[in-house]
């Protein structure tokens, strides 16, 4: 159904290239987007309402897998309101993890969805049992309180040896 999205697919900060269309309200314009674009795109269903959170997982060299949690989509690099961990985490590692910056607990209405804790627990484990995974990159994780989606994800895997 519409409105869609669409999204340039294989390119990292899609926006900043101009590789996302948003509210698309009918095929025509799902095509015309695409064309301009260029590539492969991807369509999806066109989420607006919740609060864009970010989550970072990496295999640092000197700590090992950690995670990271904070202020998603286009605050996150204006107010830099992140914190971070050890990975892998459980459910009650990534509340304490969400609990650490008031301010998203704030945003999310004192209450944090399960959903959230399910992606945050999903990256720490990518990257703390997958040696092969370099980096998780979700941002923005839409969080709302019945589900989050994530409106954009890129996983980057380590060089073969």
Known sequence: GFPVVCKIDNVAHKARVGGVALHLADAASVRTAAERMGGQVVVAEQVSSGVEVLIGAVRDP???????VGIGGGLAE????????????????????VDSLPVLGRMLGGHIPQGLIDAIVAASQMVAEHPEVAEVDVNPLLV???RA?????LIVLKEPA
């Open 62 to 68: 000197e700590y090992g897998a950690t995670v990271a």
């Open 78 to 97: 204006q107010l830099d309101l992140v914190t971070a961990a050890l990975a892998p985490l459980d459910d009650e590692g990534a509340r304490r993890l």
């Open 144 to 146: 709302t309180p019945e």
């Open 149 to 153: 989606v994530a409106l954009d994800c």
